[in-house]
């Protein structure tokens, strides 16, 4: 990769400057297409609460959410596979949480680590099915969103007579596993705040006087420590150079002794992981597991994955990129709230700024690399 | 680095009238209307031209928000978004009050008045604080639909639910299953959105199941394809067919004698009144003392030419 350091000089590697190194890296597009956002939206939607306390969280908390998924999907694609069934494993981790954790009675602890398994292991058949077969990711797990949105729907319908299951903040009271992905960091500090005048807080009701925000959400802290752990295993082991291996060219890899089918069930399984942490953050967050939920999920990971610099075809890619992505994209669609952009051209704005964000990356990547 | 910067201004150039023209603001109060409806969901079309009736009349700005695939997590995450950007009022649905208790509860403690339509029950709104809820109670509506098939004859029944991850849809069936005196179960369909995917369930059904009294649609969504599943098997008119809501289709249905009756939940109503309710409150101080059943109303054969006229539109 282009930051491995050079130890030995060899009269093979071409000489690169040092501003020219720190230039090409495949987060650049990412970086300068998060300050355009940010400067768009600084001057069409500056003072409509965007920027308050309660704005940034609103759509810090969104792009958290976009990070999660994104950086399991990044991999994924870096690998040379896709996975199309991270909304509807979201949506089946919450169920199957709620159906062990409130229907049969479990401790939560027990029902989220019972979901992990089992998710993890959908992931590795999802991965297994695509080596042995040969066939697609693309198809196999388009079989999966079917499926597992199927399960999804039915056993809530077979067990409750209904889709949506409540009272799992209830039952994961007291939880220390729970606490994990549904609390808040940093209360002291927020609390200060409200009192120091620095963000707003309550007028009225039981919670007066307290600050608006009141933390911050464990979803983010899932998110920044995902992208963090991502980074560092794609840049700096030898098993992240073997997932650029897998994806560049997967039988030149195997030639050269990559373990490619284990990276890619391994990836598999890291998308299957992340796809759950982001159900049990938003099931212990809302308190209810709904069929609906996730519901185009992986389109938004794979989109911000792509604004973030991966090509679609694999070996190329950031995790750092895919984050910026994520925060393109949740900026964008909860500024264009902001900006009081008319709801029915909504879907018209998204994709022409997406559209542009793809484009500028593109541009950047090719003057960058040279690359035609 | 210059083509860059030409492609971020090209960018930001042709989206900059776009977005004036979004921000053009009426003078007078802001209020945001946000549903859990998907984007194809046309039922919610009326709402949306209450609203602007309503804030025309009144002299107030709405704007309408909703999830676009109808994902409830991210309602509750338009909520929050809504109440930060500081409007007067929110009207907005809860069509389920674990995810959306929270974020409603906390707009109304940031000092935004709250009123709840269409889903949701007046004790969940009176709990989250709201100033009133008006709507109509699904539960009741579906019982009310039961026992007047049931007085008409009819014994069993096939439900047709298109949108089966919503509690409220569940209710409908339920409700009119009580009616009927019967349990709820294989009867009620999970039809998806699509309406050559509903009308084929809907066939498929009636084929295996030829001895089913009636059918039970719960919206334009999943009437309209069965209305032409129907007219294909030769069943229609002869087969008992009720239906929620109403529609342009609907309500030629019901004029041709397919279709018995359809519930009017007066959505008109449910986006209306909470618009001139709110502006009086904030201008006059003034608050109806109870809450609002804007339905149901059974619209059959009889009265169809105002209803006809506005169907799709106002009603």
Same mark, same amino acid.
């Given at each position: 990769?282009?930051?491995?350091? !050079?130890?030995?000089?060899?009269?093979?590697?071409?000489?690169?400057?040092?501003? @020219?190194?720190? *230039?090409?890296?495949?987060?650049?597009?990412?970086?300068?297409?998060?300050?355009?956002?940010?400067?768009?939206?600084?001057?069409?939607?500056?003072? &409509?609460?965007?920027?308050?306390?309660?704005?940034?969280?609103?759509?810090?908390?969104?792009?958290?959410?976009?990070?999660?998924?994104?950086?399991?999907?990044?991999?994924?694609?870096?690998?040379?596979?896709?996975?199309?069934?991270?909304?509807?494993?979201?949506?089946?981790?919450?169920?199957?949480?709620?159906?062990?954790?409130?229907?049969?009675?479990?401790? *939560?602890?027990?029902?989220?680590?019972?979901?992990?398994?089992?998710?993890? &292991?959908?992931?590795?058949?999802?991965?297994?099915?695509?080596?042995?077969?040969?066939?697609?990711?693309?198809?196999?797990?388009?079989?999966?969103?079917?499926? %597992? @949105?199927?399960?999804?729907?039915?056993?809530?319908?077979?067990?409750?007579?209904?889709?949506?299951?409540?009272?799992?903040?209830?039952?994961?009271?007291?939880?220390?596993?729970?606490?994990?992905?549904?609390?808040?960091?940093?209360?002291?500090?927020?609390?200060?705040?409200?009192?120091?005048?620095?963000?707003?807080?309550?007028?009225?009701?039981? @919670?007066?006087?307290?600050?608006?925000?009141?933390?911050?959400?464990?979803?983010?802290?899932?998110?920044? $420590? %995902?992208?963090?752990?991502?980074?560092?295993?794609?840049?700096?082991?030898? #098993?992240?150079?073997?997932?650029?291996?897998?994806?560049?060219?997967?039988?030149?890899?195997?030639?050269?002794?990559?373990?490619?089918?284990?990276?890619?069930?391994?990836? =598999?399984?890291?998308?299957?992981?992340?796809?759950?942490? #982001?159900?049990?953050? !938003?099931?212990?967050?809302? $308190?209810?597991?709904?069929?609906?939920? $996730?519901?185009?999920?992986? =389109?938004?990971?794979?989109?911000?994955?792509?604004?973030?610099?991966?090509?679609?075809?694999?070996?190329?890619?950031?995790?750092?990129?895919?984050?910026?992505?994520?925060?393109?994209?949740?900026?964008?669609? !909860?500024?264009?709230?902001?900006?009081?952009?008319?709801?029915?051209?909504?879907?018209? =704005?998204?994709?022409?700024?997406?559209?542009?964000?793809?484009?500028?990356?593109?541009?950047?990547?090719?003057?960058?690399?040279?690359?035609? | 680095?210059?083509?860059?910067?030409?492609?971020?201004?090209?960018?930001?150039?042709?989206?900059?009238?776009?977005?004036?023209?979004?921000?053009? /603001?009426?003078?007078?109060?802001?209020?945001?209307?946000?549903?859990?409806? +998907?984007?194809?969901?046309?039922?919610?079309?009326?709402?949306?031209?209450?609203?602007?009736?309503?804030?025309?009349?009144?002299?107030?700005?709405?704007?309408?928000?909703?999830?676009?695939?109808?994902?409830?997590?991210?309602?509750?995450?338009?909520?929050?978004?809504?109440?930060?950007?500081?409007?007067?009022?929110?009207?907005?649905?809860?069509?389920?009050?674990?995810?959306?208790?929270?974020?409603?509860?906390?707009?109304?403690?940031?000092?935004?008045?709250?009123?709840?339509?269409?889903?949701?029950?007046?004790?969940?709104?009176?709990?989250?604080?709201?100033?009133?809820?008006?709507?109509?109670?699904?539960?009741?509506?579906?019982?009310?639909?039961?026992?007047?098939?049931?007085?008409?004859?009819?014994?069993?029944?096939?439900?047709?639910?298109?949108?089966?991850?919503?509690?409220?849809?569940?209710?409908?069936? /339920?409700?009119?299953?009580?009616?009927?005196?019967?349990?709820?179960?294989? /009867?009620?369909?999970?039809?998806?959105?699509? +309406?050559?995917?509903?009308?084929?369930?809907?066939?498929?059904?009636?084929?295996?199941?030829?001895?089913?009294?009636?059918?039970?649609?719960?919206? +334009?969504?999943?009437?309209?394809?069965?209305?032409?599943?129907?007219?294909?098997?030769?069943?229609?008119?002869?087969?008992?067919?009720?239906?929620?809501?109403?529609?342009?289709?609907?309500? /030629?249905?019901?004029?041709?004698?397919?279709?018995?009756?359809?519930?009017?939940?007066?959505?008109?109503?449910?986006?209306?009144?909470?618009?001139?309710?709110?502006?009086?409150?904030?201008?006059?101080?003034?608050? +109806?003392?109870?809450?609002?059943?804007?339905?149901?109303?059974?619209?059959?054969?009889?009265?169809?030419?105002?209803?006809?006229?506005?169907?799709?539109?106002?009603?």
């Amino acid at each position: 990769m282009a930051d491995t350091p !050079q130890i030995v000089m060899d009269e093979r590697v071409k000489q690169i400057s040092p501003m @020219r190194r720190a *230039m090409i890296r495949p987060e650049l597009g990412g970086i300068v297409g998060t300050i355009a956002v940010f400067v768009f939206f600084g001057l069409f939607a500056f003072d &409509s609460g965007m920027f308050n306390s309660q704005g940034i969280m609103n759509w810090s908390v969104v792009s958290a959410q976009f990070m999660i998924i994104a950086v399991g999907a990044c991999l994924l694609m870096i690998a040379g596979e896709f996975d199309l069934s991270v909304g509807s494993m979201i949506g089946f981790a919450g169920m199957m949480m709620a159906i062990f954790g409130v229907t049969l009675g479990w401790p *939560m602890w027990v029902a989220i680590l019972v979901t992990f398994a089992l998710c993890i &292991s959908i992931g590795a058949l999802n991965g297994f099915i695509v080596v042995r077969t040969g066939l697609p990711s693309f198809i196999v797990t388009l079989a999966f969103l079917f499926i %597992l @949105r199927g399960f999804t729907i039915f056993l809530p319908q077979t067990i409750e007579r209904k889709t949506i299951i409540g009272g799992i903040r209830e039952a994961a009271e007291g939880d220390w596993l729970a606490a994990l992905f549904g609390g808040t960091i940093g209360k002291g500090f927020f609390t200060w705040m409200g009192e120091a005048g620095i963000i707003a807080t309550f007028e009225r009701g039981t @919670r007066a006087g307290e600050p608006v925000v009141n933390g911050i959400p464990m979803l983010i802290v899932w998110a920044l $420590g %995902l992208v963090v752990v991502g980074h560092v295993l794609l840049t700096r082991t030898r #098993f992240g150079n073997w997932i650029f291996a897998a994806g560049g060219d997967a039988e030149a890899a195997r030639n050269s002794g990559v373990p490619v089918n284990r990276v890619k069930i391994t990836m =598999f399984m890291f998308t299957a992981f992340c796809a759950t942490v #982001f159900a049990a953050c !938003q099931v212990m967050e809302f $308190g209810s597991a709904g069929a609906d939920r $996730g519901l185009l999920k992986e =389109f938004e990971a794979i989109i911000a994955v792509v604004i973030g610099g991966a090509l679609l075809t694999g070996g190329y890619g950031s995790v750092i990129g895919a984050a910026l992505g994520a925060l393109i994209f949740g900026v964008v669609q !909860q500024g264009l709230f902001f900006a009081g952009v008319e709801s029915s051209l909504f879907r018209v =704005f998204l994709g022409v700024i997406l559209l542009f964000a793809v484009i500028l990356n593109t541009y950047i990547r090719r003057i960058i690399t040279g690359e035609r | 680095m210059t083509p860059t910067m030409k492609l971020l201004l090209a960018a930001t150039v042709a989206a900059t009238p776009l977005i004036a023209a979004g921000t053009a /603001q009426a003078e007078g109060e802001k209020y945001i209307l946000v549903s859990h409806a +998907p984007d194809s969901d046309s039922w919610w079309n009326t709402i949306k031209n209450a609203i602007a009736l309503a804030s025309e009349q009144m002299g107030v700005e709405v704007e309408y928000r909703n999830p676009p695939t109808g994902d409830l997590a991210d309602m509750a995450r338009i909520i929050e978004q809504a109440a930060a950007s500081g409007p007067d009022g929110i009207i907005t649905t809860l069509s389920d009050f674990d995810v959306l208790s929270g974020p409603v509860r906390s707009a109304v403690d940031s000092g935004v008045d709250v009123i709840i339509m269409n889903s949701g029950t007046p004790e969940q709104a009176r709990e989250v604080g709201a100033l009133m809820y008006v709507g109509q109670p699904e539960y009741d509506a579906g019982l009310a639909a039961g026992e007047r098939a049931k007085e008409d004859g009819v014994e069993s029944f096939l439900c047709v639910n298109h949108y089966i991850s919503s509690p409220a849809s569940t209710e409908r069936c /339920q409700g009119f299953a009580d009616g009927l005196g019967v349990e709820l179960g294989e /009867q009620m369909i999970d039809s998806g959105q699509d +309406p050559a995917e509903i009308k084929n369930r809907v066939q498929a059904y009636l084929s295996a199941n030829p001895d089913t009294d009636a059918v039970l649609t719960l919206g +334009p969504t999943s009437a309209d394809p069965t209305l032409l599943a129907l007219d294909e098997t030769g069943m229609a008119g002869d087969i008992y067919f009720g239906t929620f809501d109403l529609g342009a289709n609907i309500v /030629q249905g019901i004029k041709d004698g397919v279709i018995e009756w359809g519930i009017d939940q007066q959505p008109f109503l449910q986006a209306y009144l909470p618009v001139v309710v709110l502006t009086n409150y904030h201008r006059y101080g003034v608050l +109806p003392g109870n809450n609002i059943n804007s339905g149901p109303g059974f619209v059959t054969a009889e009265g169809l030419e105002m209803v006809e006229k506005f169907a799709g539109e106002y009603r």
